[in-house]
């Protein structure tokens, strides 16, 4: 062994400005060059430099030289290896032969070390292989579970989506025919407000607010009311089927995670330590790219199989709502439509009715103006009999009164005479007051006639309307499959 350094008692003995001294070494060029160490000592080198500046900065006091001077003397006469206490040192033959007993205890007790080590070690590569295969069974057997799992929640979903499927063709076929009978309401719809334009053609009295018109504007009040409900329900309808077809969306794409899934843990599942295709992936059992426990795992195909599950109730629910309200307002519909037919029967029956009484009146009219005016030819004819009679009368009045001086007497021919004159001239003045009477009754009569024959036109064209016009319209009235949406 080499012993480095100095003696405990060279050391104490030594003055503390180690610092300003070279290292002790047993090196022989320690001895024989000592300048290099000290130039090699920066303590000693700053200690001059210092010193130096110093001086040439400050004024140097008495116990600042004398102090100096103290250490300059210690640095120059630590150098030479007289002046140290201890040269070396050596070992006795005790140490030699301890060096060796130490030797053969370190050497027995390093190969019992190697010895239990290998025990220890093959013991552990056992145990380690047992327990290696024990957790590759066990994993194994986790993956075969989780494969069940994988099927019973795939094959769950497989059923809901058949379900979806059906449900979802159903509704559209339920939607379907109410497009259909929404559409079949134009067509009443504008028969009714036809009918109700055609009626505005009636003229005069006719134009009355009567049943027919009163059941004309609820028929279009029904419609417009029947075709708002389906045209909410078929609102209702087209939200139903995208809400469907996103619950589908849901679990056809939950499927498709749970075949990729099932695929990648069957072949996980078969592999074994002598299959094609592993290899190493260092730190891979540090990426955690898990998205969900098993809890939220299931919990995420249960909760999208029971949203599909409330959609397809919401949707069967629906559909019932839209099979009632189709016979719902068909129903409303030609119930209206039975009512406003009878209403126009009604009303062209006593228009009939009104239109014949018209004609029998106008035919008593007509009888009554040909008497009439029978009468007023009869009275002219009696005013001409009459005028000979009054000339005659006049006449003889006219000749008496020429009649010489006392003859000229007021005697009973003339009072006859004027009698008969008077009488004659009251009789034309009758006859003419009835030929008044007669011919205002003639115009009464002929303004009548054209009243009535004004009114039978109305009449008529009043029939021509309803019956003509607005009864052969309301016969292309859809039937009632039709109005529940069935072609």
């Known amino acids: 062994m080499e012993l480095m350094g100095s003696t405990l008692t060279a050391t104490y003995a030594r003055p503390k400005t180690s610092h300003f001294l070279p290292a002790i070494s047993t090196m022989a060029s320690s001895y024989r060059n000592p300048q290099p160490a000290m130039a090699m000592n920066p303590s000693a080198n700053m200690w001059r430099t210092n010193t ?20 300059l003397v210690r640095a120059k006469t630590m150098f030479y290896p007289s002046n140290r206490t201890a040269l070396s040192t050596r070992y006795t033959p005790d140490d030699w032969y301890k060096s060796n007993i130490s030797n053969y205890r370190e050497s027995e007790a390093s190969r019992n070390s190697a010895e239990r080590l290998r025990r220890d070690t093959i013991r552990l590569m056992q145990d380690r292989d047992q327990l290696t295969r024990r957790t590759q069974e066990s994993t194994s057997k986790n993956i075969g579970e989780r494969l069940n799992d994988v099927v019973f ?3 769950e979903l497989s059923h809901e989506i058949d379900n ?21 309401t134009e067509g009443p719809l504008q028969v009714s407000q036809e009918c109700l334009y055609h009626r505005e053609k009636r003229m005069s009295i006719d134009l009355v607010h009567d049943d027919v018109e009163k059941d004309l504007i609820r028929e279009v009040e029904v419609i417009k009311s029947c075709q ?4 909410r329900h078929l609102d209702r309808a087209i939200a139903q089927l995208a809400s469907n077809r996103a619950a589908q969306h849901e679990l056809e794409r939950d499927i498709s995670d749970k075949v990729t899934a099932q695929r990648i843990d069957d072949r996980c599942h078969h592999l074994r330590n002598t299959s094609d295709g592993i290899g ?8 955690d790219p898990s998205l969900s426990l098993p809890d939220s795992w299931s919990k995420f195909t249960d909760d999208n199989i029971l949203h599909s599950q409330s959609e397809r109730a919401s949707s069967h629910k629906l559909r019932d709502e839209i099979e009632i309200l189709l016979n719902t307002t068909s129903n409303e519909m030609w ?22 009484s018209l004609q029998t009146h106008l035919a008593k009219t007509l009888q009554e103006i040909f008497q009439t005016e029978m009468l007023i030819e009869s009275l002219k004819k009696a005013l001409r009999d009459k005028e000979c009679p009054l000339k005659v009368a006049q006449t003889r009045l006219e ?18 005479l004027v009698s008969e004159v008077r009488e004659i001239e009251d009789t034309i003045h009758r006859l003419q007051e009835r030929l008044m009477e007669a011919e205002n009754t003639l115009q009464t009569l002929v303004k009548t006639k054209v009243t009535l024959e004004h ?25 009632m499959p039709r109005l529940v949406g069935y072609t």
């Not at 708002?228 to 045209?231: A, T």
């Not at 009164?401 to 006392?406: A, E, F, G, Q």
């Open 52 to 71: 130096y500046f110093k001086s040439s900065s400050t004024v140097p006091t008495p116990s600042s030289m004398q102090r100096d001077n103290l250490d």
């Open 153 to 155: 929640w795939r094959s």
């Open 164 to 184: 979806m499927v059906t449900e979802i063709a159903a509704l559209t076929d339920v939607k379907r025919r109410l497009e259909r009978a929404l559409a079949e």
């Open 228 to 231: 708002e409900r389906m045209r």
């Open 280 to 287: 190493y992936y260092r730190g891979i059992e540090r990426l």
């Open 335 to 356: 119930n209206q439509f039975n009512n406003a037919n009878v209403a126009f029967t009604n009303r062209i029956s006593e228009t009939a009715d009104a239109k014949n």
């Open 399 to 416: 000749e008496r009164t020429r009649r010489p001086n006392v003859e000229l007497c007021r005697d009973n021919p003339h009072h006859r």
């Open 455 to 479: 009114d039978l036109s109305i009449k008529a064209n009043s029939i021509f309307l309803d019956q003509e016009k607005c009864m052969s319209m309301r016969k292309s009235f859809p039937s």
